[in-house]
């Protein structure tokens, strides 16, 4: 499975961006995808994700009602529309694809930066 983002930049406070995740390779088994982040100095953390089958979604406490999760299964796509944007969003952002037989994300982007500015 391959993960290529797209969408991120620089953007000031209040601000919007959406990325993008194109998966390709063989997806079957493929479970949820998932939006990670990192920023300096701190440990990556689940932003949100997305199972493939149903399209349920989970969001972190600190993004919740500002950021949307999606996909589109017929272009093998995953969104992540962020609105209101804050300087502490400011990170690099990573798609992951989770595996149904470990349920662990085994698969990961080259990670996009996004850059909120005050």
């Known amino acids: 499975v391959q993960l290529v983002e797209s969408g991120g930049g620089l953007v000031q406070a209040g601000g919007s961006l959406r990325l993008s995740c194109a998966a390709s390779?063989?997806?079957?088994?493929?479970?949820?995808m998932g939006w990670h982040r990192q920023a300096p100095g701190k440990q990556r953390e689940l932003v949100a994700h997305i199972t493939t089958t149903s399209g349920t979604t989970n969001y972190a406490d600190s993004v919740k009602d500002r950021f949307t999760i999606s996909r589109d299964n017929a272009k093998n796509t995953v969104y992540l529309q962020m609105n209101s944007l804050k300087p502490e969003d400011t990170a690099v952002y990573y798609c992951?694809?989770?595996?149904?037989?470990?349920?662990?994300?085994?698969?990961w982007g080259q990670g996009t930066q996004v850059t909120v500015s005050s």
């Open positions: 390779g063989s997806l079957f088994g493929i479970y949820a």
């Open positions: 992951a694809a989770k595996s149904g037989a470990t349920m662990t994300y085994n698969y």
